[in-house]
């Protein structure tokens, strides 16, 4: 069973985050390793995904890099979440890729059965020393290569409207379990039913489903054999927990949320103030208060963890994975911005918590001097660390397992299957797809 390793290093360079840090290297940039030492001009691609505050600091650091390396030019390919997985895949199955481009977690294990990325353990001009050795070996090592750096360190967490949450009576200084998520919630929109505790799209209930069957079993919802790690029975009581939620209007309706998947800042719900809280990663923290008035606190807090856990299932995981195209006609180009985006100092100050905290130490210091990091980050990201439960093995975040789980969710949630019915269908489905992946 893999657990997250090596957070001591973390957690001490966290906590600092909160003072005033002294003694610290100066934070100007590194000139050696730098930028480029040749005069021809060359044309790298870079793609990402994020909201408008993550765009504007990238494309403002791709700015930058053009004083360190003034014969290479960048083109920025960026977008929202919605869509740009499936972009990413078929580009990289037709060889026609951005150079550098920038990756999630679930999608690894998939994308690593192919060629698709440089070994950047072998690539000179790239520095990992301020890279904690066992997060690299858990999210960046794929078949004994490292084929991506960890673009920052992210947990999952509640993110907390504190300015709403108070004139609408929802506590902000508890722990969080199903049942006080079920209760405050019910409260709430008893009182007012335009009012909802939880916004939540598909993705973030398959979070809270997973998270509540890791919770109540201690292990992997599917095991490194491929078997599931829940029985049925399992399965249908995490349901039924999002059924009676759903029906009783701790979250809001599917149907209306889901409008803004992977732009969950957009929803008009939690713009008017109209839903106190969100289940969602660090890294978003900085667009969901971007929207909201001038002066509102926003404050995060752990996740919803089971009276009884057996694991807290809190999720630390990079925030992206950024890699570099074993097609690239530029690679070392493309390792030399790679560094510069990853530790350089005057990158980490344009940068800040876009990502959220920068995983490299050298990069953390620069924009913790600058006080570029964000207090309601670094809680979220110290307390997940504190409570980190089991890591994700790569069948349990397989797409087309997510496919299968996402069915069911959506079909609990809008009433068309009873939690009973959805378990064994999901139990069902995922046997043979289980099945299937092993056999490939």
């Not at 044309?43 to 004083?67: M, N, P, Q, V």
């Not at 504190?162 to 049942?179: C, M, R, S, Y």
Request: proline letters at 3%.
């Amino acid at each position: 069973m893999h657990r997250l390793k090596g957070l001591n290093g973390f957690i001490a360079l966290i906590v600092v985050f909160a003072i005033i840090i002294s003694g610290c290297s100066s934070g100007k940039p590194d000139k050696e390793n730098q930028g480029s030492g040749s005069d021809k001009k060359v044309t790298l691609r870079f793609s990402w995904w994020g909201g408008d505050g993550r765009h504007e600091a990238t494309l403002a650091a791709i700015e930058a890099y053009k004083k360190i390396a003034p014969n290479v030019t960048i083109e920025a390919e960026y977008q929202g979440f919605d869509g740009y997985e499936q972009k990413v895949k078929t580009q990289l199955a037709s060889a026609t890729s951005a150079d550098i481009i920038q990756l999630d977690v679930p999608w690894m294990k998939e994308l690593t059965k192919n060629d698709f990325f440089l070994d950047l353990s072998k690539q000179e001009g790239l520095s990992l020393e301020g890279f904690d050795q066992d997060f690299l070996n858990n999210f960046s090592v794929y078949n004994d290569k490292m084929v991506a750096l960890p673009s920052g360190v992210n947990a999952y967490a509640l993110v907390i409207n504190k300015t709403a949450a108070d004139k609408l009576g929802v506590p902000t200084d508890i722990q969080w379990d199903w049942d006080t998520l079920y209760e405050e919630g019910k409260k709430l929109h008893d009182k007012d039913n335009t009012k909802y505790l939880l916004l939540a799209d598909h993705g973030m209930l398959m979070q809270d489903f997973t998270n509540m069957l890791k919770q109540r079993t201690g292990t992997q919802w599917i095991n490194e054999d491929y078997s599931l790690g829940f029985t049925k029975e399992e399965a249908a009581s995490a349901l039924e927990w999002i059924d009676k939620a759903m029906k009783a209007g701790v979250y809001q309706p599917l149907g209306e949320s889901d409008l803004f998947f992977g732009k969950t800042e957009q929803n008009p719900k939690w713009i008017n103030q109209d839903i106190p809280i969100i289940s969602a990663m660090s890294s978003t923290l900085l667009s969901l208060r971007s929207v909201l008035p001038e002066g509102v606190e926003v404050v995060t807090a752990l996740p919803a963890i089971d009276k009884n856990a057996k694991n807290s299932a809190v999720l630390v995981r990079p925030s992206q994975l950024i890699a570099v195209s074993s097609k690239s006609k530029h690679p070392e180009e493309s390792v030399k911005f790679l560094n510069w985006l990853m530790n350089d100092a005057e990158a980490a100050v344009i940068l800040g918590d876009v990502r959220s905290i920068p995983a490299s130490s050298s990069a953390q210091t620069a924009a913790v001097e600058a006080g570029k990091i964000d207090e309601a980050i670094t809680k979220a990201v110290e307390m997940g660390l504190k409570n980190a439960g089991i890591v994700d093995n790569a069948i349990s975040t397989n797409s087309e397992v997510s496919a299968l789980l996402q069915d069911v969710i959506e079909k609990v949630a809008y009433g068309k299957l009873t939690p009973d019915k959805a378990a064994q269908e999901l139990v069902s489905s995922l046997e043979k797809k289980l099945k299937e992946l092993q056999g490939r």
